[in-house]
């Protein structure tokens, strides 16, 4: 079955430490996306990518980096740049950067700052 | 992309339609209108979407008023695994989707 898949679906890190959140899709979408999610909001944009080798930010990028060296995959790195980093994240694909048949998301990981 | 406003939450009877408005007054020619939901600890699911006519798939039915300016998702039957925040979006093709907090939809026995 075609999906996108997260991992790991929880995940704890120390405060200073750097942490990597994957996310696998094996729809052949060309967009990805990756949103934050804090209790009880709406869900928040960090980065996007429409192909290969290219990302942009979204509206808080700040304490976040990317990569997209495969078509398949769009891991995320939260770094302790980012002061506040316990939330939902989800990652997201597209056909491509239209796609008005939707987004498919992945099913989150849980992130929780010890 | 034009903005959106859902009430806060909504009770529907188990079995009965749910009807779930969405205003979105400033929506442009261009503009789609699109609903997903997300049930708890899950990642959204897309439901439907639509530009001016009413669209019907399996699991919902989309009624945008001629002037555009709201909508109404309805769930014809609505069951307890329909319990789930539902999120109103508009965006013109091409644009990112940007969520807002959305209705929380609770399905009563």
């Known amino acids: 079955d075609g999906g996108i898949t997260q991992s790991p679906k929880y995940l704890f890190r120390k405060e200073g430490q750097n942490v990597t959140l994957s996310c696998e899709q094996n729809?052949?979408?060309?967009?990805m996306y990756w949103y934050r999610q804090d209790p009880g909001q709406g869900l928040r944009l960090i980065y996007y990518s429409q192909i290969v080798n290219d990302f942009q930010k979204g509206d808080i990028a700040e304490g976040y980096s990317v990569s997209r060296e495969k078509k398949e995959s769009f891991p995320l790195t939260v770094t302790s740049a980012q002061k506040n980093p316990t939330a939902f994240y989800l990652c997201?694909?597209?056909?491509?950067?239209?796609?008005?048949?939707?987004?498919?998301f992945g099913s989150g990981t849980r992130l929780t700052v010890v | 992309d034009a903005k959106t406003t859902q009430p806060t939450s909504m009770d529907c009877a188990e079995g009965r339609a749910a009807n779930l408005p969405c205003n979105h007054s400033t929506i442009s020619g261009n503009e789609y209108v699109y609903w997903y939901r997300q049930i708890h600890s899950q990642g959204p699911q897309y439901i439907i979407h639509?530009?001016?006519n009413n669209e019907t798939n399996e699991m919902a039915s989309l009624i945008i008023t001629e002037d555009r300016k709201s909508s109404t998702l309805i769930l014809p039957h609505a069951t307890l695994r329909d319990t789930a925040v539902y999120y109103c979006?508009?965006?013109?093709?091409?644009?990112?989707?940007?969520f807002g907090a959305g209705t929380i939809l609770r399905v009563k026995s």
């Open positions: 979006i508009v965006r013109v093709y091409g644009n990112k989707l940007v």
């Open positions: 639509g530009l001016k």
């Open positions: 997201a694909s597209s056909l491509d950067r239209g796609s008005n048949y939707g987004y498919t």
């Open positions: 729809l052949n979408h060309d967009a």
